[in-house]
Nanobody, 120 residues
């Protein structure tokens, strides 16, 4: 049974910071964060390969940092300089280790999501 459990969401004002965490019961997967805002499709935010290579969507580049702590099987998303348009439900995801992508097509497992709300 694969489990991805997110935490760390909350409400902040624009310009603030939050750090999301995801405890994963899998290893050697490509790990990613996605988000979904009301009325919009789910979109990829960032991924990290098992070797530590990272990739970011243009909308968050320079503001968000994805990282992982292998000893704790934990994935993080540090979000700085948050904007109201970053509001949404954030999902931890695990995909094939050999093919990392921000496309949902490559995701095998999803967490339950954690809410992030940024007010102006």
């Amino acid at each position: 049974q694969v489990e991805l459990v997110e935490s760390g969401g909350g409400s902040v004002q624009a310009g603030g910071s939050l750090r999301l965490s995801c405890i994963a019961s899998v290893t050697n997967y490509c790990m990613a964060w996605f988000r979904q805002s009301p009325g919009k499709e789910r979109e990829g935010v960032a991924y990290i390969t098992s070797g530590g290579t990272t990739y970011y969507a243009d909308a968050v580049k320079g503001r968000f940092t994805i990282s992982q702590e292998n000893a704790k099987n934990t994935l993080y998303l540090q979000m700085n300089n948050l904007k109201p348009e970053d509001t949404g439900t954030y999902y931890c995801a695990a995909g094939s280790s050999g093919l990392c992508s921000l496309s949902q097509s490559y995701i095998h497992y999803w967490g339950q999501g954690t809410q992030v709300t940024v007010s102006s």
